[in-house]
């Protein structure tokens, strides 16, 4: 056999684990936050995720030679459907903030105004999109980038191509972890929400005690300024939030893998 047939035969024995490794990142960065949205063009999420899966390749098929021919259209929709699953856990940490700013948006009166979410193409109120902006910048600042290959690179070594299938019990925990996203959205903005309701509970004394103040003309404003504030005062507490929040979906993710 000459050098390149040797060199087809080799390169023929990684098509099939490529494919499946493509098949789980591409799913993967499909629904994973930030690099997964429509603020990343189509073409380079394709070469993010081709890159991602030569990259990793040798870590998730440490030998090519113990695979026979193509893989099975299951078993690369298996794949497909567990990068899809990783994916969606981190997404959830955005949908969480997204959540706690409508709850606290509505709160200040500023649930009419709604502008364009990049990321889902979605209208969301002016404090969810802050939020959101604020936990992107946060992203990177923490390396979550990095940390999105890490879990690529675990979900690999613990379930080979070819055995990425979505168990009942990890598609159970998904549910379950989707189940705390309230709780996760309304601790990050307990504080705010919290100062906002006692704004509204000393207006309703101040509208029992005189009713012909117009409360309207000034709770508007005064709670609008007021969540302002508090919006402020409570921002770097965002950052371990965010931090826990992310930390824990990682957690979900390895479970998922694994």
């Keep these: 056999m000459s050098g390149l047939d040797a060199l087809v035969v080799v390169g023929a024995s990684w098509v099939g684990p490529a494919m499946l490794v493509l098949a789980r990142v591409g799913g993967f960065l499909a629904a994973v936050p930030v690099l997964g949205t429509r603020m990343v063009p189509m073409r380079i999420r394709a070469g993010l995720a081709v890159l991602l899966a030569l990259v990793l390749l040798p870590v998730a098929v440490p030998d090519p030679a113990a695979w026979q021919g193509p893989p099975s259209a299951l078993a690369v929709a ?8 990783m994916g969606f856990a981190l997404q959830l940490v955005f949908a969480a903030l997204v959540f706690g700013g409508q709850a606290l948006g509505l709160g200040m009166g500023l649930g009419f105004a709604s502008i364009v979410d990049p ?13 959101v902006i604020t936990a992107v910048l946060l992203f990177f600042a923490m390396n979550g980038h990095l940390l999105l290959v890490e879990l690529l690179a675990e979900s690999f070594r613990a379930l080979p191509p070819g055995s990425g299938v979505l168990g009942a019990e ?48 000034v709770g508007f404003p005064v709670t609008l300024l007021v969540g302002l504030a508090v919006l402020g005062i409570t921002l770097p507490v965002l950052l371990p939030r965010f931090g826990e929040l992310l930390l824990d979906a990682a957690a979900l993710v390895r479970a998922i893998g694994s």
């Design 78 to 85: 298996g794949e497909v459907v567990l990068g899809l699953a």
């Design 170 to 217: 990890a598609a159970g925990t998904l549910a379950r972890w989707g189940a705390r996203l309230i709780g996760y959205g309304v601790l990050v903005t307990l504080p705010a929400v919290t100062a906002i309701l006692i704004v509204n509970l000393a207006f309703g004394v101040i509208t029992r005690a005189a009713p012909q103040l117009n409360i309207f003309a």
């Design 119 to 131: 990321q889902n193409g979605v209208q969301v109120p002016v404090v969810s999109q802050f939020y």
